[in-house]
């Protein structure tokens, strides 16, 4: 396959992930409903009390999650995916690539997704409410680059849940694994105050469902060997 052909084929699956996602969500609109309800009390009620809780524990008692807070970076995994893909292309395992390619794509859907939201919503970083260079700010104020605004989805948290939901399309059998797995970074995000409980919801959200839409895109294509995660 030509270079020209690959990339027609990225931008045709792009945009068949994003109707795919929104379609996914019109299936199950009633869960969809329940979800945003869930993340507008989490905002109102839940994100600053449970923030200015954890700005009061001590450092002693937020170890583990110190520890594990930048696992969820996405530079490591497209440079353990590109590896990977890259072997595969040498050892000519055209399914190995197929997985390795379909890893690096849901993480940088759900990446470009998430940014898109980040833009348009603009809210407001933990650190603006809490810490030694608090400003008392707390909200939304839409559409601004400023990165003490851009708190909402967790960049982090979408690409643990990409990771981990492509890896469950690839391995079904251990699917519940890795998407648990991807939790404990996400949590960190908030107990280490980078993010409120509704941003990281978001994002963890919005990276599983994201790779699910383009596993179906992909199926709809024949491209395989990867499950749908239609059971999930």
Known sequence: MTAGRIAGLVWSLAQETLVETARGIG???PLSLGF????VLLVLYVDRPLALWLWALPAADKVFFAAINDV???GWMFGAA???LVAALLLHRDDWAIRAAFVVGA??????????MKLAFARARPRLLVGDEATGDYGFRGFSIDPDWNSFPSGH???SASLAAALACVW???GIVFLGLALLPALARVVNLNHFASDVATGYMTGCLVTFALARACAARSIGPITTGERR
Do not use: E, H
Request: without cysteine; hydrophobic residues 55%.
């Open 36 to 39: 945003v309800g869930t993340i």
């Open 157 to 159: 948290a979408q690409a």
């Open 72 to 74: 969820g970076r996405s």
């Open 82 to 84: 590109a590896v990977a």
């Open 107 to 116: 993480i940088a859907m759900g990446g470009w997704v998430v940014n898109v």
């Open 27 to 29: 299936r199950r609109w």
């Open 172 to 174: 079904p059998r251990f």
